[in-house]
């Protein structure tokens, strides 16, 4: 571009409006930090704040010696999305690779009943019946990872799609004349070259499972089994209920509740892995999101 | 000439070799017909008057009465905002998208440009519940920081927040625009970037502005990729995005006449005792409604760009 007047003014106006949309972006995660680091008063008679009056880590010293509740939710959620997430990469590949192999006999049918899946679906009301009265992973670890999340069409179509384009049919005829199974292939070949697409559709099924509280919403009522998000969902509903009921109970059970700052200081510890792993794979999930690897 | 292939026949020797591909294709279509396909055929305890004992098949059917209840008492309202959230959150999202892919695409500097990416996805990846508690941090009626910041600086009365349900379809608005314009950018920055170089390279030759480089050659470009997101935003427009209108609210019965989409009615009337009927019911239509919009939503997109239909 020609480095005219024009040009310049034109470059310095999109890069400050472009500024104000990023500070508009991270300010409130910024916030959600800073009120973890402020002091229990400085929050409670000044509020949130930017420009807290007094610092402590009081918040995060309180995690630590709480171990129990805490580590045990984030050990939870940290297991859960391990298993769900392999589970899908797995799943998903060797989905995708039988489905890629052209001969296959019934691949059509196959690839439509899974496709439809995308189209149709019965909603809550069917699948929570049969989970919770027929499967019974009501407060069971499985319940975090079983409903929904542990396959999708999406992927299964995603992996299919990039086997097909990116591995040459003639790959699979040398492997054949060497005389290597399927099973070979797909072990020997495939699989490690294949590798770019299963990060990606990984990654997002590890934010998914990372950021789910809905399947722990509707079958977890045992405090043991909550994972970091439903801590946190609990935690706010539990102000809740003890504010609705402060005046009639008096406010001794205020005591139990944890403190403003160290609620903030739980949910800034729950993203923060994904602040850790987000500017290194800030390229697959950017492609994630072009491929539309992405669950509801 | 064209010769037909024949399709050679099926014999078991031929299958024998395809096995392991069967077994590997098992475990997942196993998954999907049990998370998938057993609950599309349980969505007729719609038409059923549930009771656990005797689980969804062997309740007694009850007629429509469901429905009867449903759209005697709820449905106006939770259609209505499931709707009007939706059309706004397709429209502005479209906007907003579309310019901010614009303006990134513009930026010259390669290091901003990859800045601006990656701030603009990052409330995306970022949990619903987490975004609860910080606009809890906001609007907080104690300790809020626009109450106690913003409001009392500009001598104004303290709102509370919770339970005015006026100013909730601007809040969600903006936490979804917030949370997922970066989304829609990213596809639109790909879009852009697969425009032709050299229509801009001529425009700029004809010595035509910025502007009308948008107006004649970006946008009627964009049309296609528009038209496709569109279409398949509103194959899902009977659907709300459960997070943000349970969580965020934070589940206040104050604002229910503002909050209450398909999707927080369907697990609250199923929570509550004696509610799995309009639950199910709501949820029945929600599935039919969404099947028909999804399949009507592609066979225009397909009229429109071949490539970007689903199927």
Same mark, same amino acid.
């Given at each position: /571009?020609?480095?005219?007047?024009?040009?310049?003014?034109?470059?310095?106006?999109?890069? %400050?409006?472009? /500024?104000?949309?990023?500070?508009?972006?991270?300010?409130?995660?910024?916030?959600?930090?800073?009120?973890?680091?402020?002091?229990?008063?400085?929050?409670?008679?000044?509020?949130?704040?930017?420009?807290?009056? =007094?610092?402590?880590?009081?918040? $995060?010293?309180?995690?630590?010696?709480?171990?129990?509740?805490?580590?045990?939710?984030?050990?939870?959620?940290?297991?859960?999305?391990?298993?769900?997430?392999?589970?899908?990469?797995?799943?998903?590949?060797?989905?995708?690779?039988?489905?890629?192999?052209?001969?296959?006999?019934?691949?059509?049918?196959?690839?439509?009943?899974?496709?439809?899946?995308?189209?149709?679906?019965?909603?809550?009301?069917?699948?929570?019946?049969?989970?919770?009265?027929?499967?019974?992973?009501?407060?069971?670890?499985?319940?975090?990872?079983?409903?929904?999340?542990?396959?999708?069409?999406?992927?299964?179509?995603?992996?299919?799609?990039?086997?097909?384009?990116?591995?040459?049919?003639?790959?699979? =005829?040398?492997?054949?004349?060497?005389?290597?199974?399927?099973?070979?292939?797909?072990?020997?070949? %495939?699989?490690?070259?294949?590798?770019?697409?299963?990060?990606?559709?990984?990654?997002?099924?590890?934010?998914?499972?990372?950021?789910?509280?809905?399947?722990?919403?509707?079958?977890?009522?045992?405090?043991?089994?909550?994972?970091?998000?439903?801590?946190?969902?609990?935690?706010?509903?539990?102000?809740?209920?003890?504010?609705?009921?402060?005046?009639?109970?008096?406010?001794?059970?205020?005591?139990?509740?944890?403190?403003?700052?160290?609620?903030?200081?739980?949910?800034?510890?729950?993203?923060?892995? &994904?602040?850790?792993? $987000?500017?290194?794979?800030?390229?697959?999930?950017?492609?994630?999101?072009?491929?539309?690897?992405?669950?509801? | 000439?064209?010769?037909?292939?024949?399709?050679?026949?099926?014999?078991?020797?031929?299958?024998?070799?395809?096995?392991?591909?069967?077994?590997?294709?098992?475990?997942?279509?196993?998954?999907?017909? &049990?998370?998938?396909?057993?609950?599309?055929?349980?969505?007729?305890?719609?038409?059923?008057?549930?009771?656990?004992?005797?689980?969804? $098949?062997?309740?007694?059917?009850?007629?429509?009465?469901?429905?009867?209840?449903?759209?005697?008492?709820?449905?106006?309202?939770? &259609?209505?905002?499931?709707?009007?959230?939706?059309?706004?959150?397709?429209?502005?999202? /479209?906007?907003?998208?579309?310019?901010?892919?614009?303006?990134?695409?513009?930026?010259?500097?390669?290091?901003?440009?990859?800045?601006?990416?990656?701030?603009?996805?990052?409330?995306?990846?970022?949990?619903?519940?987490?975004?609860?508690?910080?606009?809890?941090?906001?609007?907080?009626?104690?300790?809020? /920081?626009?109450?106690?910041?913003?409001?009392?600086?500009?001598?104004?009365?303290?709102?509370?927040?919770?339970?005015?349900?006026?100013?909730?379809?601007?809040?969600?608005?903006?936490?979804?625009?917030?949370?997922?314009?970066?989304?829609?950018?990213?596809? $639109?920055?790909?879009?852009?970037?697969?425009?032709?170089?050299?229509?801009?390279?001529?425009?700029?030759?004809?010595?035509?502005?910025?502007?009308?480089? %948008?107006?004649?050659?970006?946008?009627?470009?964009?049309?296609?990729?528009?038209?496709?997101?569109?279409?398949?935003?509103?194959?899902?427009?009977?659907?709300?995005?459960?997070?943000?209108?349970?969580?965020?609210?934070?589940?206040?019965?104050?604002?229910?006449?503002?909050?209450?989409?398909?999707?927080?009615?369907?697990?609250?009337?199923?929570?509550?005792?004696?509610?799995?009927?309009?639950?199910?019911?709501?949820?029945?239509?929600?599935?039919?409604?969404?099947? &028909?919009? %999804?399949?009507?939503?592609?066979?225009?997109?397909?009229?429109?760009?071949?490539?970007?239909?689903?199927?």
């Amino acid at each position: /571009m020609l480095r005219t007047k024009s040009n310049i003014r034109y470059q310095i106006i999109i890069n %400050v409006i472009m /500024m104000l949309v990023t500070l508009i972006m991270v300010a409130p995660l910024i916030l959600l930090f800073i009120s973890s680091v402020s002091s229990e008063k400085s929050l409670l008679v000044n509020g949130y704040s930017y420009i807290p009056k =007094e610092l402590s880590l009081d918040a $995060y010293r309180y995690i630590f010696s709480n171990r129990q509740t805490i580590f045990r939710a984030y050990g939870i959620t940290i297991i859960v999305t391990i298993i769900g997430t392999t589970c899908n990469v797995m799943l998903s590949a060797m989905m995708g690779y039988a489905l890629s192999v052209k001969k296959l006999p019934f691949r059509n049918i196959i690839n439509f009943y899974i496709f439809f899946t995308m189209l149709f679906s019965g909603g809550l009301v069917p699948s929570y019946l049969m989970w919770a009265n027929t499967f019974h992973i009501k407060n069971t670890l499985l319940a975090l990872i079983l409903p929904n999340f542990l396959l999708s069409a999406m992927n299964v179509i995603l992996v299919r799609t990039n086997y097909t384009t990116s591995i040459p049919e003639a790959l699979y =005829e040398a492997a054949k004349i060497d005389g290597a199974s399927y099973l070979q292939i797909f072990t020997k070949v %495939v699989f490690p070259m294949g590798k770019p697409i299963l990060v990606t559709i990984g990654l997002f099924s590890g934010l998914t499972y990372w950021n789910d509280w809905t399947n722990g919403l509707y079958y977890i009522n045992d405090p043991k089994l909550y994972s970091i998000q439903n801590l946190l969902n609990k935690m706010i509903q539990d102000v809740q209920a003890l504010q609705a009921n402060a005046s009639a109970a008096g406010s001794g059970a205020a005591m139990q509740i944890p403190t403003v700052s160290v609620r903030m200081a739980i949910a800034f510890v729950a993203i923060l892995p &994904i602040l850790i792993i $987000y500017p290194f794979l800030q390229k697959y999930f950017a492609e994630g999101v072009a491929l539309g690897a992405v669950k509801g | 000439m064209k010769t037909k292939k024949q399709k050679p026949r099926l014999t078991w020797t031929t299958f024998k070799g395809y096995i392991p591909l069967y077994l590997m294709l098992l475990p997942g279509l196993v998954y999907f017909f &049990i998370n998938n396909y057993i609950p599309m055929a349980g969505i007729i305890v719609a038409f059923k008057k549930y009771s656990k004992r005797k689980g969804i $098949y062997g309740s007694d059917w009850c007629g429509l009465k469901n429905f009867e209840f449903l759209f005697k008492n709820d449905a106006a309202l939770i &259609i209505r905002n499931t709707l009007l959230y939706n059309i706004v959150f397709i429209i502005l999202g /479209m906007v907003v998208g579309v310019a901010l892919a614009i303006l990134i695409t513009d930026v010259y500097s390669k290091r901003c440009k990859k800045l601006y990416q990656s701030a603009i996805l990052l409330p995306f990846l970022v949990s619903i519940v987490v975004v609860s508690y910080i606009v809890f941090a906001f609007l907080s009626a104690e300790n809020g /920081m626009v109450n106690n910041g913003l409001l009392k600086a500009l001598g104004l009365p303290a709102v509370q927040w919770y339970v005015e349900p006026k100013y909730w379809p601007f809040i969600l608005t903006f936490v979804n625009l917030w949370k997922g314009c970066g989304y829609g950018t990213l596809i $639109y920055i790909a879009g852009i970037t697969g425009i032709d170089p050299a229509f801009y390279e001529a425009a700029r030759l004809d010595g035509a502005s910025r502007w009308k480089q %948008v107006t004649n050659i970006t946008l009627p470009c964009l049309v296609p990729s528009l038209i496709t997101m569109t279409m398949l935003n509103i194959g899902h427009i009977f659907s709300s995005d459960f997070g943000l209108f349970y969580q965020v609210p934070q589940n206040s019965g104050a604002l229910f006449s503002v909050t209450q989409t398909i999707d927080t009615y369907v697990y609250r009337a199923l929570m509550s005792a004696g509610g799995i009927g309009r639950s199910a019911a709501a949820g029945f239509f929600q599935s039919i409604v969404g099947f &028909i919009l %999804v399949m009507g939503a592609n066979l225009i997109v397909r009229k429109i760009s071949r490539e970007n239909a689903m199927f």
